[in-house]
């Protein structure tokens, strides 16, 4: 049963982590090396506003989702925006570059010692157990919630949203949907904005589960293999994938060696790209277009 | 010319790579509550007007030379295309006119509108009152619809943007004589019904020539001929040459020469 | 290499010898002459210090010529360079340690292992383009740094293996300014033979392939074949340079290799300037020196012990920054730059060149 929940467990943070990917390849099909580190700044965003809001922990929650939405629309409007029309190669690398940047930073603002924003709220971690004897941590549990609601939201937002129809459109006819009087910019810079805001969550509630530091980055690189084994551009196919990934990874790491973590979900990507390159739920004719 | 002119274009070229001329010299005008036809043969510069008009050069490395295109008195060059549609001028283009993974109402509601009618649900009324099969197939995706009903969507959708001016490329494209008829019947009451005019670029001068009130000619990138629907028809080389009635003996090829010769430096 | 433009230098190509001379001017004839002579009498005046700086850019060259060949080339894209170089330092490692193998073993030893890993690297390539060939090549590199992980770990060697330096001939190659000779001499031998590349049918087939694969295949091409060589050649030539780099720091460990490792050399290509020789060049000696020129600089700033905590800091974002401002600014990266400088000098008094010019 822990076994189950564990899967979950780091599923969730998978999936949470994945979407981000997802949305934006989806509307601009550029890949972001750099979501790892927005996903980390998120949680720093939130060091900070618990040091500046040390009366009310909801409010800084709040108010630093709320700005990292803003930091994700603004890295399109100054900095991806300049990069369409360019190569693949150029428009990733830069994203690398991005990420490099990021992570320089915010040693530098916060250093590199391991923060703990759950402390700083005075919040504590509750252990639950479920039935079965499975034990989860509070914030654990929390990271499950948000991811459904995050699905379940982007679901809707996508489906029925005004908004959300349109960046389905872009993402399936930049041209046209110009044409039709969408504003490009405005759309991947929400995308953008919406990518780094999930992250951010994912990024926040790791870190108020576990404490920060910039290895951080690495959940953000190992959750893009579930991406992209679901499909870059397929939501229920992040799910699916991070699913698989963490499937794998715990099981691997309860069956066989535990220092195969790191590289499990690499090597389910690559048995991915060989059999299957675009992916469970993903389009095929991706392939051709990047 | 008389009367306010909607759309201007005056001595219009535009330039591929900075080597190849597309069109030049193309002056056209479209007033309020026109149906106007650009006829043209294939490679004609047809496309390239009405993209020159809809500011969508950009991407193919074309660039306007000369010239200056004027809608309601305001330049239009070298803008972005969702400013161009925000000022009420929107294009149903030749190729990929729909999103295909999206449903049919979906399509319609991912236009942006100018924003007159506070309602979506008026534009969306009126949608689906100018092609009332829209309004069975609105859940169906739009990958999924024939040739004449993708047609009929994309036109909806160009309606859904509130424009003064709708542009439609290659109307009759791969379409059923019947659908032709009743897209062209629709363009009609929509002029009529909302007063919005109609760019109809066509290689089909028989259909473009039924609803239009003015045409023009364009050929080698060059208008060669322009006049009053009815005076086009009863041209004897259009009727030649574009609607395929010989008039009296069969000409020989070398005659088809011979006018394309003396058309090219009309305009 | 890029020649200088033909019709303006007042130079032209009279025979098909002409053609296939490397130096083809009187003026490159002296000019190779003098920059040969200073990187010979440079370890004999500068300090340690520049020397072993100068050491590293051969190093850096070597890798960064690889990855040119492979991605500015042939346009194959990889982020797996890494990986490569970690596996051509754990192959030259691992036989000294377990078996005690001489340095001429080791060497083409880890290149053997470079070439087989370029064709497992390599072999996505034939069905995956773009973005998905390095994101398959970015899952191998932390296979391979995995596998480095898991030798460290099983054999006791958890903070690294040491290696000892490398005996030539009953000579032991231990001094800063032998390596300085030695790696120099590597990185020539490496330049000779990506130049040879480029002007063979090689070459050639990859631009090809790099411009259009459709047309490459439809004229001929085979490309699986070419494809693979590029990856082959340049894998093997990466994994040599891990082996050189694992002798000359007497040390290996994983931790060297990290993701950040291949940024850093793809980060070269692209600062130095996509597809050309002397770009792989440029970007090494950049890159190389780029941390000491910022740690300089912030020394020289006021204050500067406060900032010596974050000096580090400092250069990864600065590195980020710097490479933000070449991909977004200068996409023709040092080259492009020194190329317009050059032109300006031909050309003088003159602003523009003729139309059709060449480079």
């Known amino acids: 049963m822990q076994f189950v929940v564990n899967i979950m467990v780091l599923a969730a943070i998978y999936a949470l982590i994945a979407c981000g990917y997802v949305l934006i390849y989806r509307v601009s099909r550029v890949l972001n090396l750099a979501h790892g580190e927005l996903m980390m700044l998120g949680a720093y965003l939130l060091v900070a506003t618990a040091s500046a809001f040390a009366a009310s922990p909801l409010m800084a929650v709040v108010f630093a989702a709320v700005m990292s939405l803003a930091v994700g629309g603004m890295v399109y409007l100054f900095l991806m925006r300049r990069m369409t029309g360019e190569t693949v190669l150029a428009a990733v690398l830069t994203t690398v570059a991005l990420g490099i940047l990021i992570r320089g930073l915010i040693v530098l603002f916060w250093s590199a010692q391991q923060q703990h924003p759950r402390a700083m709220l005075g919040w504590d971690n509750p252990v639950i157990v479920l039935p079965g004897d499975a034990r989860i941590s509070l914030y654990s549990a929390l990271l499950i919630v948000a991811t459904v609601i995050v699905y379940g939201g982007l679901f809707l937002f996508l489906r029925f949203g005004r908004w959300g129809i349109r960046m389905r459109a872009a993402g399936q006819n930049p041209l046209l949907a110009a044409q039709r009087g969408i504003n490009l910019h405005a759309v991947f810079a929400l995308a953008w904005g919406l990518s780094t805001f999930t992250g951010a969550i994912a990024g926040m509630l790791i870190a108020l589960d576990s404490g920060l530091d910039s290895t951080m980055t690495m959940i953000g690189l190992k959750a893009f293999p579930a991406a992209l084994v679901g499909g870059l551009d397929s939501l229920v196919g992040a799910l699916i994938g991070a699913l698989i990934i963490a499937g794998a990874e715990v099981g691997v790491i309860r069956f066989i060696d535990p220092l195969l973590a790191d590289v499990v979900p690499f090597i389910v990507l690559i048995v991915m790209l060989v059999i299957r390159p675009w992916g469970l739920f993903g389009t095929r004719e991706e392939l051709d277009r990047v | 010319m008389n009367g306010t002119a909607l759309l201007e274009v005056d001595k219009l070229e535009v330039v591929y790579q900075r080597a190849i001329t597309a069109i030049q010299g193309v002056t056209l005008a479209v007033r309020k509550g026109q149906i106007v036809a650009l006829l043209g043969t294939n490679g004609a510069g047809k496309t390239t007007t009405l993209r020159a008009i809809s500011g969508f050069l950009g991407l193919d490395d074309a660039r306007v030379t000369e010239g200056a295109v004027r809608f309601r008195g305001s330049r239009l060059e070298n803008r972005p295309p969702h400013e161009i549609t925000r000022r009420g001028l929107s294009l149903v283009p030749e190729r990929d006119k729909v999103f295909p993974n999206l449903t049919v109402a979906e399509n319609l509601q991912a236009v942006v509108r100018r924003g007159r009618s506070g309602d979506a649900r008026v534009m969306d009324d009126a949608a689906y009152h100018f092609f009332p099969k829209l309004k069975e197939l609105r859940k169906r995706e739009a990958g999924l619809l024939s040739g004449g009903e993708r047609q009929m969507l994309a036109i909806a959708a160009g309606l859904m943007c509130e424009p003064d001016l709708l542009l439609i490329d290659e109307l009759s494209l791969g379409l059923a004589p019947v659908a032709v008829e009743n897209l062209t019947q629709s363009l009609v009451s929509i002029r009529d019904e909302l007063a919005i005019s109609i760019l109809l670029v066509e290689q089909s001068a028989g259909v473009a020539l039924r609803i239009a009130d003015y045409g023009y000619v364009l050929e080698n990138g060059r208008i060669v001929l322009d006049g009053d629907a009815e005076r086009l028809t009863r041209h004897a080389d259009i009727q030649e040459f574009y609607l395929g009635q010989a008039s009296g003996n069969r000409r020989s090829y070398r005659d088809v020469k011979q006018y394309r010769r003396s058309r090219r430096w009309y305009g | ?359």
């Not at chain 3, 078996?99 to 497992?120: D, E, K, M, Q, Y």
Request: aromatic share 14%.
């Open chain 3, 1 to 359: 290499m890029s020649k200088p433009l033909p019709s303006a230098s007042g130079h032209f190509r009279r025979s098909y010898a002409d053609e296939f001379r490397l130096i083809e001017t009187r003026f490159a004839k002296a000019m190779t002459l003098v920059f040969a002579v200073f990187l010979i009498g440079f370890p004999f005046v500068a300090s340690p210090f520049y020397v072993d700086l100068a050491t590293q850019v051969f190093l850096a060259s070597i890798g960064a010529l690889a990855l040119m060949l492979l991605t500015g080339i042939a346009g194959q894209i990889s982020l797996g360079h890494a990986g490569l170089l970690a596996a051509g330092a754990f192959t030259a490692g691992i036989l000294y340690k377990e078996t005690a193998a001489p340095f001429w073993i080791t060497i083409p030893a880890s290149a053997v292992t470079g070439a087989v890993l370029g064709i497992v690297f390599g072999l996505p390539s034939l069905r995956l383009r773009g973005l998905y060939l390095a994101v398959s090549t970015l899952a191998l590199h932390f296979v391979v740094v995995y596998l480095g992980g898991e030798y460290e770990t099983r054999r006791g060697y958890s903070t690294g293996i040491l290696v000892d330096p490398p005996v030539v001939f009953g000579f032991e190659i231990y001094s800063p300014r032998i390596w300085y000779f030695v790696l120099a001499a590597a990185a020539g031998i490496a330049l000779l033979v990506s130049i040879n590349l480029m002007r063979s049918r090689s070459g050639r087939a990859w631009r090809a392939i790099h411009s259009n694969e459709t047309v490459a295949e439809a004229l001929g091409i085979d490309m699986a074949r070419y494809k693979l060589l590029a990856f082959v050649i340049s894998s093997a030539m990466t994994s040599v340079a891990g082996a050189l780099f694992a002798y000359y720091r007497g040390f290996v460990s994983i931790e060297a290799f990290s993701l950040y490792l291949t940024i850093q050399y793809v980060a070269m290509i692209i600062i130095g300037g996509m597809g050309n020789l002397l770009g792989a060049l440029l970007g090494a000696v950049f890159v190389t020196l780029f941390p000491y020129l910022i740690e300089g600089l912030m020394s020289a700033l006021p204050g500067a012990d406060r900032l010596a905590g974050s000096v580090f800091a400092v250069n990864y974002a600065a590195f980020g920054f710097v490479m933000i401002l070449f991909l977004v600014f200068e996409p023709q990266g040092l080259v492009g730059i020194w190329r317009r400088v050059r032109n300006y000098f031909l050309l003088w008094p003159f602003k523009h060149k003729a139309l059709g010019g060449s480079s």
